[in-house]
């Protein structure tokens, strides 16, 4: 694998990332996941969602890399049902939120920040949409007279899940820092995260 790494042209490395770049910054589903969590559990919470949807575009990089992607556009149904999964996991989020009554001074222990990293890992792994941009994405930068693709998706894979994990991490930190001076209106908060991730599931349910 280092041999296939060294072997990648650096402008592949360069134009990857720069395109990566503005992924990140363009506001979308794991961004406004990242905010929500933030806001409403703190900075850890906000830095663990993060890394549950680095850890679920991960997934979908080895998923892509086994050819198994193209499960989801060969068969409609198999979309349609991730599609709704996870669509039905952010309403479930969304109540969750909104009926906690959780003292916030409680809720920035060891469990809250497992349920993010949980949260993060499930709402990304069940956006079919993710996997089709992964499938869609990664083969553009890969070069068959380099070695095999699937080593080269893998492995560009990699940098767009950790460079992912570094952007929404302090994405994640800076949402927690602002709900840390907003204690007092944590219930709002609340309430604005249950907006966020009912939002985020009929936008995925719909599209």
């Known amino acids: 694998m280092l041999e296939l790494a060294a072997a990648i042209p650096p402008l592949t490395y360069i134009t990857l990332m720069g395109a990566a770049l503005l992924l990140y910054i363009t506001p979308g589903a794991d961004m ?34 086994a050819g198994l992607a193209v499960l989801l556009v060969t068969y409609p149904i198999a979309y349609d049902v991730l ?6 996991y952010l309403l479930w989020l969304a109540w969750h939120s909104w009926t906690d009554t959780t ?7 060891r469990g809250d920040t497992w349920r ?22 990664l083969p553009q930068f890969a070069d068959p007279t380099i070695g095999p693709i699937w080593q080269q998706i893998l492995l560009l894979g990699t940098l767009l899940a950790l460079g992912e994990l570094a952007a ?8 927690g820092f602002l709900a840390s001076r907003l204690t007092r209106a944590s219930r709002r ?6 907006l966020v991730f009912g939002g985020l599931a ?6």
Request: charged share 15%; aromatic share 8%.
């Open 83 to 88: 599609r709704y999964a996870g669509a039905a």
């Open 168 to 175: 929404y991490c302090l994405l994640g930190a800076f949402a």
């Open 189 to 194: 908060l609340n309430k604005a995260a249950a």
């Open 202 to 207: 009929l936008r995925l349910a719909l599209d």
């Open 32 to 65: 406004m996941f990242t905010l929500a969590s933030g806001l409403r559990g703190g900075a850890r919470s906000g830095i663990a969602a993060a890394a549950g949807i680095g850890f679920g575009v991960m997934g979908h990089v080895l998923i892509a890399a």
């Open 116 to 137: 993010a990293l949980r949260r993060g890992f499930l709402t990304n792994i069940l956006n079919p949409k993710v996997g089709l941009f992964v499938l869609a994405f």
């Open 103 to 109: 003292d916030p001074a409680r809720r920035h222990g």
